[in-house]
């Protein structure tokens, strides 16, 4: 009987520490407001400056449809950040970089400046299916075959965002990706989730400050082309 009293005691003080900080891993399997936080890997990556001082994760904020992501350095307070708003039709994508700060801004459905549409890319969609997380995924074999390239992505339909890859490469994939790369010039860059949290999302979260200056697509990325090649 003890042991049941300190179980129940030691539940409800969980409850109330979530309860209280908001920010918990959740191991539910619907979600439709939180963060997904991935670790970031470089391949094929030959620049002077080392992996350990580009940017080394992600941070992927939803709600309402709206996603946020985060690609932030290790150093300062630079990075990319990209918006969608389906409801708005439009994706914008920000850079802060060395003091200086631009944004573009595009049609929803717009692959953003700097990661490669891989066109060429074939998408073999499986039954295959694994606990990733805690959510249950899904198991997509991506080939490029310029690249003799072939890389397994995974998906999960438990998070509740409507059509999550409109606006990136991998669009015919309905699920939001666990893991997966994207192609940014000559670099494979690989996104491996480590957590995923339930949380409340401010409106302001996807909303920028004035102080960033508009530039078209091709100057933005020219910008983080070279901001890759560093």
């Known amino acids: ?10 539940y409800l003080f969980c409850l109330i520490l979530v309860g209280l900080t908001g920010c918990e891993k959740s191991s539910l399997n619907s979600i ?3 963060e997904i936080h991935y670790n970031i890997t470089y391949h094929d990556r030959n620049a002077v400056l080392p992996d350990e001082l580009m940017p080394n994760s992600m941070t992927v904020k ?3 449809d709206k996603t946020l992501m985060e690609i932030t350095s290790p150093i300062g307070n630079n990075g990319v950040f990209i918006i969608t708003e389906p ?19 595009g049609l ?12 060429s890319m074939q998408i073999e969609l499986t039954k295959e299916e694994d606990k990733i997380l805690d959510l249950d995924c899904k198991k997509a074999v991506v080939t490029i075959p310029d690249r003799d390239f072939t890389y397994n992505v995974w998906y999960t339909r ?6 999550p890859n409109d ?5 015919v994939i309905d699920g939001v990706l666990i893991n997966f ?3 940014m010039g000559d670099i494979i860059i690989e996104f491996e989730a480590d957590g995923i949290y339930l949380k409340s999302i401010s409106d302001k979260s996807f909303e920028k400050s004035d102080n960033f200056r508009r530039i078209d697509r091709q100057s933005m990325d020219d910008i983080i082309g070279s901001m890759m090649s560093l």
Not at 1 to 10: E, L
Not at 108 to 119: K, L, Q, R, S, Y
């Open 1 to 10: 009987m003890f042991r049941v009293r300190i179980f129940v005691i030691t």
């Open 32 to 34: 439709d407001e939180g």
């Open 62 to 64: 939803f709600k309402d």
């Open 87 to 105: 409801d708005e039709k439009k994706i914008q994508t920000y850079i802060r970089i060395l003091g200086m700060r631009y944004y573009y801004e």
């Open 108 to 119: 929803a459905g717009e692959v953003p400046p700097g990661i490669n549409p891989m066109d």
């Open 158 to 163: 438990n998070i509740d965002i409507k059509n």
């Open 167 to 171: 606006s990136n490469p991998f669009k």
């Open 181 to 183: 790369f994207f192609l």
